[in-house]
């Protein structure tokens, strides 16, 4: 009984000390797993509200995130299609804050709305990244950065890019594709684009309405703009790639040249607007960089170190005129 009694309190002695070692080894893991959004692989968890898939340049910005991102052994990607609605964006964001992710990036498909939702995220400790599109919000301390183009400087771009093809003493009349109503980068490219045209009073915008960056609302706005005022028409803007391959279909099914008898100016930089320009059909292209994965990746990985991160991450781009640039490029496009 003696030896018994002596085997059982030495198990339990031996039992004691295995918990209190394991109860050291829980913590150490807590505070690492805390760091890394609490992640059994430690990996960086990041939520992504993607506004849709409404364009070429848009797919091809998410395919950079989820290649990036997605495939990385440093990152899990949680990622909402929000089929161009607001709502849906919102609901996503309130879905990331309650999955306690350690980012939150958001392509806002709008401009306004966001107070509610982000201060929800700030609450929660959660920095959030805007993607490709700005917002308007009274506390900016709302956000911590944004990647992304100059859209003014885009729409300015293509001003004066235009006004050098034709040549400053003719002039123009132009329609305009804008984007979707509210966004930032329909705002700003419009901005930008009559900022670039105020000195060049002969270059006149005689028709401006959204063709919402879709392809197929580009070709029917365009095709109202020619049956109301066809003959008047010299230059078609868009505020997109895909706008402007709608256009230059109802361009073609009016009877006209796209590129000869009206000028095509847009911005993106898609391959498709590439091949219509080796192919003479359109003149201008401002590239609007979508590949924003790596720049995203880093700004992430040096946010959880503990770095100061820029307030604007700028992406480097380039403009193109005339089919010979487009030749050139069109071989090297990864969108």
């Known amino acids: 009984m003696f030896k018994l009694k002596k085997v059982s309190i030495s198990l339990l002695v031996f039992l004691m000390a295995i918990s209190i070692l394991a109860g050291c080894n829980s ?10 959004g609490g992640n059994k692989g430690g990996k960086i968890v990041v939520g992504f509200s993607q506004i849709g898939a409404e364009s070429g340049w ?40 309650a999955q306690k992710v350690d980012v939150i990036a958001l392509a806002p498909v709008v401009e306004t709305g966001w107070e509610s939702i982000l201060k929800k995220a700030r609450d929660a400790k959660i920095p959030v990244i805007l993607l490709d599109r700005g917002i308007k919000v009274k506390d900016e301390s709302l956000y911590t950065s944004f990647i992304g183009s100059d859209f003014i400087l885009e729409g300015e771009n293509a001003a004066k890019e235009l006004i050098n093809l034709i040549g400053a003493d003719k002039g123009a009349n132009i329609v305009e594709l804008q984007g979707t109503v509210g966004a930032s980068a329909a705002n700003d490219r419009k901005t930008g684009f009559a900022n670039g045209l105020k000195d060049n009073p002969n270059f006149k915008i005689i028709k401006s309405q959204s063709g919402d960056f879709t392809r197929v609302k580009g070709k029917e706005v365009m095709e109202a703009f020619l049956k109301s005022d066809g003959k008047n028409i010299d230059v078609v803007y868009a505020h997109n790639d895909d706008m402007a391959i709608g256009a230059i279909q109802a361009i073609e099914e009016y009877g006209l040249k796209p590129g000869e008898d009206i000028k095509v100016v847009s911005i993106d930089g898609v391959k498709d607007a590439f091949e219509a320009a080796v192919q003479g059909k359109t003149n201008i292209i401002v590239e609007c960089n979508p590949l924003l994965g790596p720049q995203l990746a880093q700004a992430v990985k040096d946010l959880k170190a503990g770095k100061e991160i820029p307030r604007w991450i700028k992406t ?7 089919k010979e640039a487009a030749e050139e490029a069109l071989p090297s496009r990864k969108y």
């Not at 913590?27 to 797993?33: L, R, S, V």
């Not at 480097?316 to 005339?322: C, D, I, K, L, Q």
């Open 27 to 36: 913590n150490t893991n807590g505070k690492t797993e805390k760091a890394s």
């Open 58 to 97: 848009r797919t091809a910005e998410t395919k950079s995130i989820k290649e990036t991102l997605g495939n990385s052994p440093d990152f899990e990607l949680k990622f909402s299609d929000a089929q161009q609605k607001q709502e849906n964006q919102i609901k996503a964001i309130r879905n990331f804050i």
């Open 316 to 322: 480097e781009e380039s403009v193109f005129v005339g």
